[in-house]
C-alpha cells in the first residue's frame, strides 16, 4: 500500500494484491461451499425430504451427500459431524465430485474430524481432476497460500484457470491479480483486465474494486479518475459482503470525492462515504470519519 496522509485524512492508494487475499473469502473458508439450496424446516430422519434416507440405506451416492450436508449444517435434523464424515465419505468412495470435494473441506478445515491438509487436498483433487469448479478454485487458493503444500504461483494460476473458464467469480478475480501482479505468470494488464471484467460482469465487487484501480494508477489503460468512479461507485452500491469489497469501493470514492478526483470536490460527500465504509467494517474510513468530524 502507498501511504500518505493530506488535511489530516489518511489517504490510501491500494496496490491491488495487498487485499487480493480477501477473494478467497468470497466463498468463506470459515464454510463448505455447495451448501443445500432449501432449508428443511422439520426435525427428524421420519420427516426428512423423500426417500432421501431410504435411498443413503440403498448406496444411493447423491442421497448420502446431500445428506450428509444436512448433518453438517444441522438443516433438518439435528446436527451430527459423525453421521455427516460417515455419508460424505460413502458418497466420495463412490466418486461423486460434489462429496469429494465436501469431504476434502472438512478435512482441511478440521470442522468435522481431525484436521489432514494431505487428505484435504487429496480429496480436492479428486473432485477437481473431475471438473468441479469449487475444488479446482480451492486448490488455486491453497497453492496461493502455501496451506499445506510448499507454495507454488504456476499450480495456482493453472487451477485457478480451469475454475475461471468456468464461470467461478472468486476464480477469475483471483486470476486476474496474478495477472495483475505477475504471479506464477507473466504481467499481462489486458488479461488481468480481462478476468476482472468477466467477475465484475457477474456483479463481483471485489472485480469492480480493482477494475476502479486499474483506472485510479493507470495500469494497462489511460488513467482515467471519471472510469475509476464509475466502478468504485458500482461497487460501493452492492450489499455488505465478507470481503469488505464494498466497505473498500465506498472508502475510495470518500477519497475521490475529498480529493475532487473523477467528481466535484465534496467534503461533506465524502465524509458520507466514510461514514458508510466505517459501518461497513472498513477501520480507515472511521479514522477519516472522525477527522472531518
Known sequence: MIFTKHKSVVMIIPIVFSFLVLTSCQKNQDEVSHEPTETVEVFNRDNLPSELPELADQDDAEAQYLLGKMYYKGEGVAKDYDKAVELTQKAADQGLADAQYYLGKMYYQGKALIKDDDKAIEWLQKAADQGLADAQYHLGIIYYESNG???DYIKSVEWLQKAADQGDIGAQVFL??????ALGVNQDYDKAKYWYQKAASQNSA???VYLGIMYYEGHGVYQDYARSFEWYEKAANQEPSVDKASALAQ???GLMYY?????RQNVDTAKSWFGESCDNGYQDSCDNYRQLN
Open 259 to 263: 480529493e475532487g478526483k473523477g467528481v
Open 149 to 151: 503444500v510448499h507454495q
Open 206 to 208: 471485489m472485480a469492480q
Open 176 to 181: 486476474g491479480g496474478m495477472y495483475h501482479n
Open 251 to 253: 472508502y475510495s470514492l
